[in-house]
């Protein structure tokens, strides 16, 4: 069993940036590739951003391209999403995902674990 914690969400102007965090327990988290997913409300849950297992190779969704980056710290078992010119269509609640030996583009139902999620808000 693995268990996600996403923390860093919370409420930020057009243009700001904000950095999400999520960190495991309960295996060694080198081993998974994760994903970030977001779910704003009446939508449905989208890709954002994917990191590989093997190797720091990176998926990004067109969405976010250019201003969202995925990156991980093995050593602290924790991913990192940073988010930089922000808008506000980017509000939503932000889901870390894990994979054992997966790679940077997986669907949703291809994960086996998931946080609770991080609200992310972004005013006008």
């Known amino acids: 069993q693995v268990q996600l914690v996403e923390s860093g969400g919370g409420l930020v102007q057009a243009g700001g940036s904000l950095r999400l965090s999520c960190t495991a327990s309960?295996?060694?988290?080198?081993?998974?590739?994760v994903g970030w997913f977001r779910q704003a409300p009446g939508k449905e849950r989208e890709f954002v951003v994917g990191i590989s297992w093997r190797d720091p190779s990176t998926g990004v969704a067109d969405s976010v391209k250019g201003r969202f980056t995925i990156s991980r710290d093995n050593a602290e078992n924790t991913v990192f999403l940073q988010m930089n010119s922000l808008k506000p269509e980017d509000t939503a609640v932000y889901y870390c995902?894990?994979?054992?030996?997966?790679?940077?583009?997986?669907?949703?139902?291809?994960?086996?674990?998931w946080g609770q999620g991080t609200q992310v808000t972004v005013s006008a």
């Open positions: 309960g295996r060694t988290f080198s081993n998974y590739a």
């Open positions: 995902a894990a994979k054992y030996h997966g790679s940077r583009w997986l669907s949703a139902n291809e994960y086996d674990y």
